[in-house]
């Protein structure tokens, strides 16, 4: 299973960035998709997820009514568009993929870094 995650950079507080993960080597159609971050020396934490036929969506509370989760199944992709940008969504941010939705048994990519400068 591969996860390449993608779209990540250096943007102003304020502005937007999308974020793509690109799946390979399983079922993705079959698989809940989600995104996490992780700040370096800090506990991964959860952003957003998206159920494998798109019906359910789930956000971070920090993120709610700026971030909006996609997928589109025939490209075997996951987005992540975030918009309105805060010093405090600077991470690493990871896609992961689970057929159970539990995200301790998920597989994940390797990480795009997004910087929000203040």
């Known amino acids: 299973v591969q996860l390449q995650a993608s779209g990540g950079g250096l943007v102003q507080a304020g502005g937007s960035l999308r974020l793509s993960c690109a799946a390979s080597?399983?079922?993705?159609?079959?698989?809940?998709m989600g995104w996490f971050r992780q700040v370096p020396g800090k506990e991964r934490e959860f952003v957003a997820s998206?159920?494998?036929?798109?019906?359910?969506?789930y956000y971070a509370d920090s993120v709610k009514g700026r971030c909006t989760i996609s997928r589109d199944n025939a490209k075997n992709t996951v987005y992540l568009q975030m918009n309105s940008l805060k010093a405090e969504d600077t991470s690493i941010y990871y896609c992961?993929?689970?057929?159970?939705?539990?995200?301790?048994?998920?597989?994940w990519g390797q990480g795009t870094l997004v910087t929000v400068s203040s």
């Open positions: 998206i159920s494998a036929n798109s019906i359910s969506r």
């Open positions: 992961g993929a689970s057929l159970t939705g539990v995200w301790e048994h998920a597989y």
């Open positions: 080597g399983l079922t993705f159609s079959k698989n809940n």
